[in-house]
Antibody, heavy 120, light 108 residues
Framework: EVLLVESGGGLVQPGGSLRLSCAAS????????MMWVRQAPGKGLEWVSY????????YYADSVKGRFTISRDNAVNSLFLQMNSLRAEDSAIYYC??????????????WGEGTTVTVS | DIQLTQSPSTLSASVGDRVTITCRAS??????LNWYQQRPGKAPKLLIS???NLQSGVPSRFSGSGSGTDFTLTISSLQPEDFATYYC??????????FGQGTRLEIK
């Protein structure tokens, strides 16, 4: 079974830091790009960050650029999101998602259940 | 950045109805348009990729169409489990990747 399991969320004060993890199983993790997507309470989905399979290409949303760092460790099938200088507006459920690609189109075909970050 | 506008924001319908949700892009995005379903308290689920490619296991009552700037998700005969929020998403010129604001499909 293809599975993504996030962890590391919690309550943190403004200006604090958190490191989210996403453990992948059931597929060859090193073959896939990965993404983080978040959802603030009662709001829609917001893309946060992208990392290619070998970490050679990384993108961030403007809202987190300079504060968040995405990384991965293919040896242990894990994706990470280091979040620094956290703000109240970063409070959200953070989803890890597998990125698929077809003829230039990126989409997220497998999602974790999410981990909740509260900045207060 | 590309903006995606979904309409309507909320849609009330009954079991058995045919419904259509529209996603309009602020500029042409070729076929780089995907649709997701999110049930309350659950993670999003990919329904359709590249405008009309139905994902494995997704019922055939779901279909997608469109090109350029205007796209639609159609559910041919609503079932109770279809009442959820639907999002479109584009990846024409990443970064960023953009989602529509969502369409909440509720029971009439």
């Amino acid at each position: 079974e293809v599975l993504l399991v996030e962890s590391g969320g919690g309550l943190v004060q403004p200006g604090g830091s958190l490191r989210l993890s996403c453990a992948a199983s059931g597929f060859t993790f090193s073959d896939f790009s990965m993404m983080w997507v978040r959802q603030a309470p009662g709001k829609g989905l917001e893309w946060v960050s992208y990392i290619s399979s070998r970490s050679s290409t990384i993108y961030y949303a403007d809202s987190v650029k300079g504060r968040f760092t995405i990384s991965r460790d293919n040896a242990v099938n894990s994706l990470f999101l280091q979040m620094n200088s956290l703000r109240a507006e970063d409070s959200a459920i953070y989803y890890c998602a597998r990125a698929e690609w077809f003829e230039g189109n990126y989409y997220m075909d497998v999602w974790g259940e999410g981990t909740t970050v509260t900045v207060s | 950045d590309i903006q995606l506008t979904q309409s309507p924001s909320t849609l009330s319908a009954s079991v058995g109805d045919r419904v259509t949700i529209t996603c309009r892009a602020s500029q042409g995005i070729s076929s780089y348009l995907n649709w997701y379903q999110q049930r309350p308290g659950k993670a999003p689920k990919l329904l359709i990729s590249s405008v009309f490619n139905l994902q494995s296991g997704v019922p055939s009552r779901f279909s997608g169409s469109g090109s350029g700037t205007d796209f639609t998700l159609t559910i041919s005969s609503l079932q109770p489990e279809d009442f959820a929020t639907y999002y479109c998403q584009e990846s024409y010129s990443i970064p960023p990747i953009t989602f529509g604001q969502g369409t909440r499909l509720e029971i009439k």
